[in-house]
């Protein structure tokens, strides 16, 4: 990759000149602000019900394996313990975290950005089997660096077929593999 | 001189022109990644792991270790030049290293932190090659129940250790125990959790899971994150620290290579925390502290010297009791059992090569970054004018290919999307990721170490408290379990003794 030199990406800042004499104490409160804000009460509800959920299933399912005794164990012992621990670590949370707590991050409006990220990579995984990489991955390229990352259209088009060509040369041309190909 | 006979060997392994290859690549790596911010050493060694498939399990052992000790290095350059940290453990070393980057002495600051990063470094591989054998031949006597405690203790501490929501850390380190159940039973053959599936009858592979969860998680992750643009940095000019910055931080390097060397040994601790504390170190030794923050060498080169030497000392509870330390230490582990190794007491007599190539590649790694960050440093600058949107697909395409490539599958391929979703949320919601891939390695172990061992003890839960190892570890185990929930009753009620006006401030 070359550096190349045309205007920096969206969103860059200002040259902070300003707050240079930050203290320790000021930058971190600086960076504690600029962080995204905790995941939230209701976040917490949530993530804690859905692991106590987690955990009841893997109780039925163990119990379901057979648990023997401590000396005769059966394969249902430890997973139950393990998803026993879940369970009470479970409502712990549900407890501790009811005010939300610190620690998460809200989903906010960029958050629509990973969940397409997710679903390019999905239907990548879906399409690569059936017309194999090259056109699968120069969209997803396409989409990540144009619409998730915010290049131009003509440097997203240049790299992703820069990008697609290079895999191509690396895995299919230098390395012989059996990744799944058109061409 | 028995001992040293294997310590020498080892340097012919080192110096194998494909071990050096790939040495110097696990560097540059490293370097890189740690440069820029974004992918940490956990997310790069997880999607470059199907890559040391096809190599030998020395070489790829010495790239994968050559990543996470040259990120060190690289994360610093950042913090310095921009205040932006590359690396979480460089994070103390913008307070003062940026402060002398505007005072023009930048280049004092990479240079001391690079010969700080050099001599913690070192020291700590010095350490290594005499504390190892003596930990590892104390474990060769460890029956079950010492193993089962162990991993136990190792799980807890890197739980409870980890910032952020100590319960959540907790969660995902049981839910990880709980997926190493997945697959056919070792001691009965009855499947589990297979839900019929042939593909999840041999288990989870710890590929996908790793590479899912710290490399397209992290990608996703970082595709919302907008991080902060970096602004072409001033060029950097002499490097070479004077005299009397080296001789006033010559107490900093020390103090901080002992300091991470034995902070790397401890589960859960690690190139961050040691960086913290000894950046709190040298400010509570200080004759004058207020320099802190304002631009003091030894504020750069105390947290850099024992960021590197937690690295390098964090691989001994890996490669002498099979017990990784931290997150990246897990993956690393994880390595070693792809290659048909298996870490601990016993990897240093059955495979003397690989452990004495491992431990002295470090030092030609050390080596190799003092060269690319002194004179370097500003080709890695340039690295930084490489924008995410660009870098982000190709490590996406990269993990995906790359996990087609093990066994040539697709399911494979949808497992590691499937974990980066779950470790995208995972992140959202505030639990790490971290003790759940590392109990996710130690869970096999851990239940095959537990059952065997109450077979020994005849079914009995006591027993474990009748042998003395297994005895003080799992103190040590109750002691970690129950601090932190002390604590936080001896907090709250601290707190509501307290007026309101601390409170308040509190919020601001």
Redesign the interface.
Known sequence: ?T???EK??E???S?DVID?DL???Q?AAQWQAEAPP??GPI??L??SLV?LA?GVA?LV?SIG?GLG????????M??FV??L??AV??L??LI??RRG?R???K??K?????AI??AT??A??WL??VIG?EIP?LL??LV??KF????TWR?AIL??LL?VAA?YGI?ILA?G???PHLF | MDFLQPVIDGFGVVLMPSNLLYCLLGVVIGMLIGVLPGLGPAATIAILLPLTYGIEPVTAIIMLAGIFYGAQYGGTITSVLLRLPGEASSVVTVFDGYQLARKGKAGTALGIAAIGSFIGGTVAIIGLTFLAPLVASFALDFGPPEYAALALVGILLVATISNGAKIKALIAAAFGLLLATVGRDVFTGAERFTFGNLSLADGIDFVPVAMGLFGVGEILYNLEERHRVAQAPATVANVWPSRKDLKQSAGAIGRGSVLGFFLGILPGGGATISSLAAYAVEKKRAKNPERFGKGAVEGVAGPETANNAAATSSFIPLLTLGIPANATMAIIFGALLIQGVTPGPQLMVDNPDLFWGVVNSMYIGNILLLIMSIPLVGLFVRILRVRAAILAPITALITLLGAYTIRNSMFDVLLVVLFGAVGYLMKKFGFEPGPLVLAFVLGALLESSLRRSLLVLDGDVAGFMGRPISATLLVVFVLVAVWPMVKSAMDRRKNSLTSSPTTSKENV
């Open positions: 990759m550096p190349h030199r920096p990406a969103g860059s800042e040259v240079d203290t320790p104490e930058l905790p995941a976040a917490n949530a993530a692991v987690l893997g399912m394996l005794t401590p000396s005769q164990p059966r394969p249902g430890w997973p393990v998803s621990v879940i670590l479970a712990a949370q501790v975290g707590g620690d998460g991050e989903f906010s960029l958050s629509w950005l990973a990220g997710f990579l999905l990548m995984v690569m089997p990489f991955a997803l390229c990540w660096m998730l990352g915010g290049e440097g790299y992703s990008v895999f895995f390395l593999t059996s990744i």
